[in-house]
């Protein structure tokens, strides 16, 4: 099973300072979605190959494309604890 961010109110740019949405003026958590849920963009900036803990390892899936800027389906983050 893959791990990956979800339509939560901790991913979407509505969220403001003290885990407050600006659309619904309540506090939310990390369990809250709603249909006017927006996707924060810099969420998905830092996943590229240098970011991948597979960079340059023997498991990554396309070693000959990888590359700084690029990114595929087999991404996992390098700070990622079990």
């Known amino acids: 099973m893959s791990i990956r961010f979800g339509n939560s109110c901790l991913n979407c740019e509505n969220l ?27 969420l998905k900036a830092e996943q590229n190959c240098i970011s991948c803990v597979r960079f340059e390892a023997s498991d990554c899936a396309n070693p000959k494309k990888a590359a700084p800027s690029m990114s595929c389906n087999h991404w996992a983050p390098k700070n990622a604890s079990a």
């Open 16 to 42: 403001m300072e003290v885990n407050t949405c600006k659309v619904h003026s309540v506090q939310v958590g990390n369990s809250y979605t709603c249909d006017t849920f927006e996707m924060k963009a810099a």
